[in-house]
Nanobody, 120 residues
């Protein structure tokens, strides 16, 4: 089994910054990709940013230039630096991992979610 544990959410004013972190642990053979999704009340969960083991990144148009995703392969962690936050960034943010376990089974794992609230 694999666990993803997030940290770093909170309340911030418009224009402020927050940094989210996610640590993966357990029966990990290889982390193929990690990413951050978010879900605002009444809306579908959406992909915010992702990073593959190669280092290739993806960003949603709404966060390009403001958010930066990074990973530490040695520590099995992924971080999301969020700058110039806007009220529309308010959501529960979920860490996601596409992980090959030591059994060589590939599975999708999710963290428990962390609330980000941006006040206007």
């Amino acid at each position: 089994q694999v666990q993803l544990v997030e940290s770093g959410g909170g309340l911030v004013q418009t224009g402020g910054s927050l940094r989210l972190s996610c640590a993966a642990s357990g029966t990990i053979f290889r982390i193929n990709a990690m990413g951050w999704y978010r879900q605002a009340p009444g809306k579908q969960r959406e992909l915010v940013a992702s990073i593959r083991s190669s280092g290739t990144t993806f960003y949603a148009d709404s966060v390009k230039g403001r958010f930066t995703i990074s990973r530490d392969n040695a520590k099995n962690t992924v971080s999301l630096q969020m700058n110039s936050l806007k009220p529309e960034d308010t959501a529960v943010y979920y860490c996601n991992g596409d992980i090959t376990e030591t059994s060589f089974r590939v599975r999708d794992y999710w963290g428990q979610g962390t609330q980000v609230t941006v006040s206007s």
